[in-house]
C-alpha cells in the first residue's frame, strides 16, 4: 500500500506543527494563525502534487497549485516584514486571500487526481485559510480606523 493509499495526507495540523523548523517557529509572523494555516496548505499542496506528475494535465495543475499556494504565505510574510500596521500589510493579506481563492479553484480542477476525501479536505482547510485572512483583514481596517481618528 502507499502512503497515499494509507492517507498520509491526513497529517494532522498539530503533528505537522511539531514538524516545524523552529528556525521558522522563531519569526514573529509564526503568531499569525492564519499564516501557521497557510504554511499547512502549502505542505499538504506540496505532497498533492507529487501524486500528478504522471499525467500531463496533472504536471500543469501542479505548477499552479504550488505558485498559488505558496502565495499565501509568502504574501502574508511580506506584508508582515514590512510592518503589521498600515495599508501596505492589509494590501499584501488581500494578495494572500486573492491567492487563496486562487487555490481553491485549482482544486476544483485537480478533482479528478486527488480522492474525494482529499479534495474535501483541502476544500475546507482552504476556505479556513480564507475566513482567516478575512478576519485579519478586517482587524486590520478597523485598528487603523482607530489610529485615524485618534490623530
Not at 482547510?125 to 485618534?150: F, S
Request: charged letters at 30%.
Amino acid at each position: 500500500m502507499s502512503e497515499w493509499e494509507s492517507g498520509w495526507w491526513q497529517l494532522t495540523y498539530e503533528e505537522w506543527q511539531l514538524r516545524v523548523p523552529s528556525a521558522i517557529k522563531r519569526e514573529p509572523v509564526w503568531e499569525l494563525y492564519g499564516y501557521r494555516k497557510a504554511l499547512y496548505l502549502f505542505d499538504r499542496v506540496w505532497e498533492d502534487c507529487g501524486k500528478f506528475m504522471h499525467d500531463q494535465r496533472g504536471r500543469i495543475i501542479s505548477d499552479q497549485l504550488i505558485r498559488s499556494s505558496g502565495s499565501i504565505s509568502a504574501n502574508i510574510e511580506e506584508g508582515h516584514g514590512r510592518g503589521v500596521a498600515g495599508k501596505e500589510y492589509q494590501q499584501f493579506l488581500r494578495y494572500a486571500l486573492a491567492s487563496a481563492r486562487e487555490t481553491k479553484g485549482w482544486f476544483y480542477r485537480a478533482k479528478e487526481l486527488l480522492s474525494a476525501d482529499a479534495v474535501e479536505h483541502r476544500y475546507a482547510l482552504t476556505d479556513e485559510v480564507i475566513a482567516l485572512l478575512i478576519t485579519e483583514i478586517e482587524r486590520q481596517r478597523k485598528r487603523l480606523n482607530v489610529a485615524r481618528t485618534q490623530t
